[in-house]
């Protein structure tokens, strides 16, 4: 069996999520020359389904082609993407402070879906998964939000919130994975890796 994997995720989360299920592994990041924002952009008329699908596996392309070119030992590669869903609008990652009060506030008293989708490369073999669960936020004040936003913690996460922090405050439900909510759902990813042969 493999000792370890690639990650080619710069999310501090997902290597913690790893580490909780005793996978090794070693970051697999872009070079300051790679584009890699621009494959998150959404095309017109994509379900959050489709999208998060999408996304996952240009990441993946994009993390194996890096992996042939810098020479390094080969393993398995994983790669992660979570999208926020309201209805059939993607709320992704906040541009500023104004754009993170918007989407809390359209989060504010709903059920909103998050989509994290999974895929890993080993050699020619390529499998994927995809968690959906469902959050529900409390009513939240627009001093909340503001309280919030000015913490910082939005920023840089979809749909502006992390569920591991201060955001858990106003969130009265959730049904599905909270790993998966998080950026990596480790009862999919666990499967996909054993199914390569890798140990969990």
Do not use: W
């Not at 810098?70 to 590669?77: I, T």
């Amino acid at each position: 069996m493999t000792s370890f994997i690639y990650l080619a995720s710069q999310s501090p989360r997902r290597s913690q999520l790893l580490d909780q299920i005793g996978v090794a592994h070693t970051l697999l990041l872009p070079s300051p020359e790679e584009d890699a924002e621009s494959l998150e952009i959404i095309q017109r008329g994509e379900t959050p389904l489709h999208y998060v699908q999408r996304v996952t596996s240009l990441k993946l392309d994009a993390a194996v082609a890096r992996l042939k070119s810098r020479g390094l030992p080969a393993a398995p590669v994983l790669c992660s993407d979570t999208t926020v869903a309201l209805n059939r609008q993607i709320l992704g990652k906040p541009a500023d402070a104004s754009d993170a009060q918007r989407m809390l506030n359209a989060l504010s008293g709903q059920t909103h879906r998050v989509l994290t989708a999974v895929a890993v490369q080993s050699g020619r073999k390529r499998r994927s998964a995809v968690s959906i669960s469902r959050v529900t936020f409390a009513e939240m004040t627009r001093a909340q939000i503001n309280i919030y936003v000015d913490s910082g913690e939005p920023m840089g996460k979809a749909g502006a919130y992390g569920v591991q922090g201060r955001a858990a405050a106003h969130i009265a439900r959730i049904q599905g994975s909270y790993s998966g909510i998080m950026g990596l759902p480790l009862h999919e990813t666990a499967t996909l890796l054993r199914q390569l042969g890798i140990s969990c």
